[in-house]
């Protein structure tokens, strides 16, 4: 039912397959889409290829800077051919577009658990047989995020 007026919002801002707006979390993976949004595909006059726009934070635009060759490969694979040739940045708010407001949602944090007691032993007797408080007690830590990372890893 939503499929047809979907389809006609997305092409009157130039995306000719809506899909680019509704997966774009696939398309561009979970990092960049938490950073930016496509907001418009434009055709050039002459010349091949269109021009994706992504609407961005100021700080990110930076970080998407360096990644916009693999955007555009993410992209072009969704489209099945070279429709993309360029990617232009925009820090500001298209006019007349319903997420304009360009607040991204932050990560939201990870809840603290308690350290696994197998964990903290294991990160003690690292560190045991050094006489600095502070060295040991920062050695422990290390230990514990090592052997907490490894066992989260298998």
């Known amino acids: 039912m939503v499929g047809p007026r979907i389809r006609s919002a997305s092409e009157s801002r130039g995306f000719a397959q809506s899909r680019l707006l509704t997966h774009w979390e696939e398309i561009a993976g979970s990092a960049i889409a938490a950073i930016c949004r496509p907001v418009e595909v434009s055709y050039a006059r002459q010349g091949f290829g269109a021009t994706l726009t992504l609407l961005t934070t100021g700080a990110n635009a930076p970080m998407l800077e360096m990644q916009k060759e693999q ?6 694979a969704t489209y099945g ?3 993309i040739s360029r990617i232009h940045l925009t820090q500001t708010a298209p006019t007349g577009f319903a997420e304009g407001q360009a607040q991204f949602a932050p990560r939201a944090p990870e809840t ?4 696994d007691p197998e964990i903290t032993a294991r990160a003690h007797d690292t560190a045991t047989g050094i006489q600095n408080d502070d060295l040991r007690a920062a050695l422990e830590a290390l230990a514990a995020n ?5 066992s989260q890893n298998q």
């Open 71 to 76: 955007i555009r490969e993410k992209v072009n």
């Open 146 to 150: 090592v052997f907490t990372k490894n």
């Open 112 to 115: 603290a658990r308690a350290p």
């Open 81 to 83: 051919y070279a429709a």
